[in-house]
């Protein structure tokens, strides 16, 4: 069990990842969003989403997507590396 906060306890092998929930699976959602290349970046110390839930979450919708955890990077990485983020997303575009 991975401890969210004290009163939120989630676990870490969650299978729905919340993208499920926003776009809905009825109309096939999720196949369509998951044949999309995706890019999964975070931060590590992360303290609102723990960075193991967070990349299976990814991993489970985009299980081809490559995965970069950012060490000393919390939830703004935008803010906390912004340079790295942004080389990052642009190699990325650069090869899908």
């Known amino acids: ?12 092998d ?3 990842p919340g993208l499920d ?4 699976d009825e109309a096939g ?5 998951a ?5 999964g970046i ?3 110390e992360d303290r609102a989403i723990p960075v193991d839930y967070a ?5 489970g919708m985009f299980p081809n997507g490559p995965v970069v955890r950012l060490p000393g990077v919390g939830s703004f990485l935008q803010e906390d590396a912004p ?11 650069q090869s899908s």
Not at 21 to 24: M, V
Not at 83 to 93: D, G, K, N, R, Y
């Open 14 to 16: 969650h299978q729905k």
């Open 55 to 59: 990349v299976a979450s990814f991993k």
């Open 29 to 33: 959602g999720t196949e369509v969003l």
């Open 35 to 39: 044949s999309k290349p995706a890019i």
């Open 83 to 93: 340079e790295a983020v942004a080389s990052m997303i642009e190699l990325f575009i």
């Open 21 to 24: 929930r926003a776009i809905g």
């Open 1 to 12: 069990m991975v401890q969210l906060d004290a009163d939120r306890p989630i676990r870490a």
């Open 42 to 44: 975070f931060g590590e």
